[in-house]
């Protein structure tokens, strides 16, 4: 009686586990387990359990089946256009998600000629609750302008930036940027004042805002005192003048050091007479005031000049 119990429960036990290692004669691995999304900021990605064999690499096959496919195409699967096939444990849907409409999704193992049978996400995926987080800035001064630059989120995202002057009842701005990652001008600040700015993101795609991020703030320094500008402005009008004047003054000191004007006595002119002729044609009654120099009788030096003058 007990070998019975025992050998009927050895062939249910059987005919159990045959489905789960044959189909159509190919024996398949177990499906990946633990499949769920993760959605920030509108990127989905699909994460999944491995699926272990000893020193072998296991291939994963991704699909997904939109409203439109589950009601007008039969229920037809579309692979994923990133991750079929892929060898991580994860894969990137963003693209694949189109329309704010339920998306069921699914994957399976595939070793050489073995295949895992389709391990489906529990409840379909809509892209509408993904979750929305503050996006990251930079606030920066440039002079006395206020600058921001916004993490690039993508095309379907829109900032609303808010800024303002801190001081009591001070008035809060709001402006829309788009896209991110670009600088983008704010205000003109005025000297002395500290200035916040703080950011949340709208996503018209789903209708749905982030929280604002943490106030960020910047001081202005203050501009120099009237008196004090006055005073650079004379100074640096002294210098433009005294400068020049300065160095022609020093070229006139150093050409006369190296090259000293010699006055001579008035009896030169007579001696010169030995080097010099006159330029036109004179007579005897007539006082000739115009004289030619020939430089090749002329001395070379003083030395010579002196010894002419002798």
Known sequence: MVLEEIAASLMWFSYALIPCLLTDGVAVLPAPQNISVQSTNMKHVLT??????????????????????????SHIWIPSSWCSPTTGLECDITDDITATVPYN????????????AWSTLKHP???????LIPPGME???????????????????????????REPGAKEHVKVVRPGG??????????????????????KAIGRYSAF???????????LPLALALFAFVGFMLVLVVVPFSVWKMGRLLRRSCCPVVVLPDTLPARLSLFMAP????????????????????????????????
């Open 279 to 310: 330029r036109e044609t004179c007579s005897q009654t007539q006082k000739c005031k115009k004289w030619e120099i020939h430089p090749e009788t002329f001395p070379s030096s003083k030395c010579q000049l002196l010894v002419a003058l002798q």
């Open 139 to 165: 606030v920066t001064k440039d002079g006395f302008h206020l600058v921001i630059k916004l993490e690039d989120l993508g095309p379907q995202f829109e900032f609303f930036v808010a800024y303002w002057r």
């Open 125 to 131: 995926f809509n892209r509408n609750s993904t979750t």
């Open 213 to 223: 991020s943490q106030a960020e703030c910047v001081k202005v320094q203050e501009s």
């Open 105 to 116: 999704l699914r994957v399976r193992a595939t070793l050489g000629s073995q295949t895992s």
């Open 48 to 73: 999944w359990s491995p699926v272990m064999v000893p020193e072998e690499i296991v291939y994963y096959s991704v699909e997904y089946q939109g409203e439109y496919e589950s009601l007008y195409m």
């Open 182 to 203: 670009i600088p983008m001008h704010l205000e003109t600040m005025e000297p002395g004042a500290t200035y916040c700015v703080k950011a949340r993101t709208f996503v």
